[in-house]
DNA sequence: TCAAGTACGCATAAATTAATCACTATACTG
DNA sequence: CAGTATAGTGATTAATTTATGCGTACTTGA
């Protein structure tokens, strides 16, 4: 990974979120998981836009994290399942929350993002 | 600002707040701004390991985006005044529950990001 | 009149995150 | 045996976000 250079802020819940949750794809990986997607493949077919080594770094992170718990089969083919953790079961309500508020809201947000281009 | 080069993903809400609110203070202003800090100064002296600048921009960007409204005095010394719009209170449950979950799982969050260093 | 307070902003550098290039390795399927 | 599928990695570049250098302009108070 990176080293970071700037003292990571963590006196307060907000940016412990932040630092840990903010990847472009941590939350939809958590969703789509949380969802019956358990293998690096299916998650990767879901999310089709995004590139297959970002996801799996993006999984990695989660795994090292503790949102997520992988497992490695040992088969002739390669297998894994991911699985969330406790941790990341509790990410659940704030997921549905921050998709529901999104969506409820989108005609005004996909304005507001017009207008700042 | 600057000019996206790859395209915004609208197509759900989790990236709707991500692209939206991302900004390393945003949610902490509109936070602060809630409990009744309104101007600028006070907000820079209340976040005082941000610089100046940097809440600027991300006011800015709030303003632009619909969460706050801006009020400038014509007064002879400069005075301006910050208050959520509609739109930037509906944010303040899940500025709430996302603190919460910080803090909550502080112990084990910061564990995990010392792990990762 | 000088220091300190109000507020703002462009241009650039630095830091961080995301995307891509170029690969390995094994095993089914037809 | 060629094609496709499984899963992954190290190195590099591009994109984006955050921080900083250097200014402006006005006012109040010591």
Redesign the interface.
């Known amino acids: 990974?990176y080293?970071?250079k700037i003292p990571?802020?963590?006196d307060?819940?907000?940016?412990?979120?932040?630092?840990?949750l903010?990847g472009?794809w941590k939350?939809?990986l958590i969703?789509y998981i949380s969802a019956g997607l358990k293998r690096p493949g299916e998650l990767q077919r879901k999310i089709h836009?995004a590139d297959r080594r970002v996801l799996t770094n993006q999984l990695n992170?989660l795994v090292?994290?503790?949102f997520v718990d992988k497992t490695i089969y040992d088969t002739k083919v390669p297998k894994v399942e991911y699985k969330l953790t406790a941790?990341g079961q509790?990410?659940l309500?704030?997921?549905l929350?921050?998709?529901?508020?999104?969506?409820?809201?989108?005609i005004?947000?996909?304005k507001?993002?017009e207008?700042?281009?």
Not at 12 to 20: A, S, V
Not at 98 to 104: F, I, K, M, Q, Y
């Open positions: 990974m080293e970071k990571l802020r963590l307060c819940g907000l940016h412990l979120f932040k630092e840990l903010n472009k939350l939809m969703y836009t992170e090292k994290h503790g941790l509790s990410l309500p704030i997921i929350t921050l998709e529901s508020w999104g969506e409820n809201n989108r005004v947000l996909e507001a993002l207008a700042s281009m």
